[in-house]
């Protein structure tokens, strides 16, 4: 069964940037799509972007479009999420989530994937 483990969190000043990884451990890049998703303390968890793995199509929240870039690496099974101009809002535990069911739109609830990271905290100080 694959894991998904992720990296690259830590804490930056705003207007920064940080680059989040996600790799899948235990098997080939399975999943018909990878998402990131965040929770911040005392909120729900929000989706933040999405990569198909069949063509590569990427969608992205309102709140991070034009920030944030999420991108595939199918040689070293991992997705990346660059994140610039990073705002203190963006301070949250962003989760790595894959989903095996083929989708026309990326899922936005999390209730729609099927296997999830550990997450890693990112922290924005103004």
């Known amino acids: 069964q694959v894991q998904l483990i992720e990296s690259g969190g830590g804490l930056v000043q705003a207007g920064g940037s940080l680059r989040l990884s996600c790799a899948a451990v235990?098997?080939?890049?399975?999943?018909?799509?990878l998402a990131w998703f965040r929770q911040a303390p005392g909120k729900e968890r929000e989706f933040v972007a999405a990569?198909?793995?069949?063509?590569?199509?990427?969608d992205a929240a309102d709140s991070v479009k034009g920030r944030f870039t999420m991108a595939r690496d199918s040689a070293k099974n991992t997705v990346s999420l660059q994140m610039n101009s990073m705002k203190p809002e963006d301070t949250a535990v962003y989760y790595c989530a894959a989903v095996f069911l083929y989708y026309s739109v990326a899922p936005r609830s999390p209730n729609e994937y099927d296997i999830w990271g550990q997450g890693t905290q990112v922290t924005v100080t103004s």
């Open positions: 235990g098997q080939s890049f399975g999943p018909a799509g």
């Open positions: 990569i198909r793995r069949s063509d590569e199509t990427t």
